[in-house]
């Protein structure tokens, strides 16, 4: 019995980092796996990599921030002849600013403990300054226990900033607000099996009137069940329930479209420690959405998402995804897209200091399925989209970081003419206090 309670704890304390943290970096989507990749080594859906401020145990940690980019076509327009359309004439590039400070605490009491970050930037644009805005970033969670085998974690996430153009391609200060509140719990019934239950409300909105047919909010809940293996393997399936309510309607051909829907999903999950070294994630299964009012938008199928983790060394690290899912534009929209897609990504410790991060991400999104006459959904919205970053991340000292990043984006059109070229380097500096 002593030599399988280690493992057994391990699995309950990667269960609660994972839930809230999965949460925090991913948006509020029910189609989007999240807890399959969550925990892996080298990040392939962020790009650059994020950099995550840790505070140690029990402390209070100020931190501030300041960043230069160059982006040669920042609202990622076809070419200069559409820029020139715009009425901003032939040049696309653009250099942005960014000023942060933030705020990072962590704190027990007895068994609870406490997190939370808080930040503010400061974001100015060279030469298209009606885009200036402020981003605004708070998660703050709860890491609760009940006795020995009951915990779980509550908490609240909200962030607002710019929409991303890979969507949205006009020169307006388009500024999206997502706003999360979650609660989550497991007990450990037995040594090697385990139940998990969460719920999820998050709200999405949008500045510009033009875009508020996208607002919208969703409840979440999920229940699973999970097997607990002595070697550190997990094994476990998961229904999921999901409500979407979009208050106000889209105009299709002159009609009223409430895009509310249903969604359904059952799932397996498989977290297999294939060695000390190699770690193998799989979550798939049958997902059902139903639209309140477009049945056209339907859609039941298989959802399915493979990692794996591999440290060949103590220095290098790399972490390989495929999936084929459906998305949604921007993340949150109702418009949905069937996903397939594949990404590798690979960090290399150069030294005490010095670390290297590589990332490339391949997708393919067909509308077809979310097609509707008059909407983004529309069969000529097919798309294949690659993403490229280099980083590499120099810390001079325990407090000081700095990272360096080169980023090449690109998406083509599959059935027209289209898409879209950019390249960009960013140049970030963080002091933590």
Not at 37 to 54: F, H, K, S, Y
Not at 60 to 79: F, I, T, W
Not at 229 to 257: K, M
């Amino acid at each position: 019995m002593n030599r399988r309670s280690k493992p057994r704890a391990e699995h309950r304390a990667e269960f609660l980092r994972l839930s809230w943290k999965a949460i925090f970096l991913i948006p509020i989507c029910s189609c989007v796996p999240a807890l399959a990749g969550a925990n892996d080594l080298v990040p392939t859906d962020t790009m650059p990599p994020p950099d995550v401020i840790v505070a140690a145990p029990d402390s209070v940690k100020p931190y501030a921030g300041y960043g230069v980019s160059y982006d040669d076509n920042l609202l990622e327009l076809q070419n200069s002849a559409a820029a020139q359309a715009m009425g901003i004439g032939s040049d696309l590039s653009d250099i942005t600013r960014r000023l942060q400070f933030g705020l990072a605490v962590d704190k027990s009491i007895s068994q609870q403990h406490l997190t939370a970050n808080l930040n503010v930037a400061k974001v100015d644009y060279d030469r298209f300054q009606q885009l200036d805005h402020l981003d605004k970033n708070l998660a703050a969670n709860w890491n609760w226990h009940a006795g020995p085998h009951v915990e779980g974690n509550a908490g609240v996430t909200y962030s607002q900033g710019l929409t991303p153009f890979i969507d949205f391609h006009l020169l307006e200060k388009n500024l999206r607000t997502q706003e999360s509140a979650y609660v989550d719990g497991s007990w450990l019934f037995h040594p090697s099996w385990r139940v998990h239950a969460g719920l999820v409300h998050s709200k999405l909105s949008y500045d510009l009137a033009s875009q508020q047919p996208a607002d919208n909010s969703q409840n979440q809940t999920e229940v699973g069940l999970d097997y607990l293996a002595a070697s550190g393997s997990t094994v476990g399936v998961q229904l999921r329930h999901t409500r979407a309510d979009f208050p106000n309607p889209e105009i299709d051909a002159g009609t009223q479209v409430f895009n509310g829907y249903n969604q359904d999903e059952i799932k397996g999950k498989v977290d297999w420690q294939l060695s000390g070294k190699t770690k193998l994630h799989f979550l798939g299964g049958w997902v059902s959405r139903k639209q309140d009012a477009s049945s056209v938008r339907d859609f039941s199928g298989i959802n399915s998402r493979v990692s794996a983790d591999w440290s060949p060394t103590g220095k290098i690290d790399l972490t390989v995804a495929g999936w084929r899912e459906i998305g949604a534009v921007d993340d949150l929209s109702t418009v949905y897209s069937l996903n397939h897609g594949a990404s590798v990504a690979s960090a290399w410790q150069y030294s005490e200091k010095i670390r290297m991060v590589a990332q490339f991400k391949y997708q393919k999104r067909d509308f077809s399925q979310s097609m509707a006459s008059g909407t983004p959904g529309s069969p000529n919205q097919n798309d294949v989209l690659r993403n490229t970053a280099l980083t590499m991340i120099y810390n001079p000292t325990l407090r000081w970081q700095v990272q360096l990043s080169g980023i090449r984006s690109t998406r083509a059109l599959t059935s027209t003419p289209g898409g879209y070229v950019n390249n960009g380097v960013m140049l970030n500096t963080r002091f933590a206090y």
